[in-house]
């Protein structure tokens, strides 16, 4: 089985902060990865597929880098809805999701 | 609207069994891949199952931790997906939602709780 690793497990961020999520497949999955998003209360979120493409909607604040292991998800200007939670996901062999990084406000 | 429901969860005794409806609308079902997707109270998400449609033989496949317990199945003429549910363990215990994957179409979730 893949293992996906995320790091770091908690954030901590301001408001108008670049942040950036990292993510690491124990081999490698091509372009296949997802980052989705996670408020309380609610189901995920898919913000970026296959790496790099950004879904419907989501704002271009977010944007994905990375290929075979190594993965960022990257957040140009934070925003006070952003702070939640992000998983990343592959689905190149089966399919796992990461631990999951919390974005807290400092 | 899509809307996708998920509906049957509950307390259930280790070793026992459960069944998981949802029923889905708004989409052209027969065609989708459904995913079950579930959710531990420690709010790690685990991918459990996937179904394809019929032009894919309703190929099915699972992840290890639940393979040989679940069945996931599914009516094309209710536009429903089901997850079958057996010997149960504790660690069975999260939110289980039901997901059309590629379009990004996600049920409410229900709470399944295995627990003497």
């Known amino acids: 089985d893949i293992q996906m690793t995320q790091s770091p497990s908690v954030l901590s961020a301001s408001v108008g902060d670049r942040v950036t999520l990292n993510c690491k497949a124990s081999q490698n999955i091509n372009k296949y990865l997802n980052w989705y998003q996670q408020k309380l209360g609610e189901a995920p979120k898919l913000l970026i597929y296959n790496t790099n493409n950004l879904q419907t909607g989501i704002p271009s604040r977010f944007s994905g880098s990375g290929s075979g292991t190594d993965f960022t998800l990257t957040i140009s200007s934070l925003q006070p809805e952003d702070f939640a939670t992000y998983f990343c996901?592959?689905?190149?062999?089966?399919?796992?999701f990461g631990g999951g990084t919390k974005l807290e406000l400092k | 609207e899509v809307q996708l429901v998920e509906t049957g969860g509950g307390l259930v005794q280790p070793g026992k069994s459960l069944k998981l409806t949802c029923a889905t609308s708004g989409f052209t079902f027969s065609n989708a891949w459904m995913h079950w997707v579930r959710q531990s109270p420690e709010k790690q998400l685990e991918w459990v199952a996937q179904i394809k449609a019929k032009s894919n033989n309703y190929a099915t496949y699972y992840a290890e931790s639940v393979k040989g317990r679940f069945t996931i199945s599914r009516d094309d003429s209710k536009s429903s997906v089901y997850l079958q549910m057996n010997s149960l363990k504790e660690e069975d215990t999260a939110i289980y939602y039901c997901?059309?994957?590629?379009?990004?179409?996600w049920g409410q979730g229900v709470m399944v709780t295995v627990s003497s």
């Open positions: 997901i059309k994957m590629d379009s990004d179409y």
């Open positions: 996901f592959q689905h190149n062999s089966w399919r796992t």
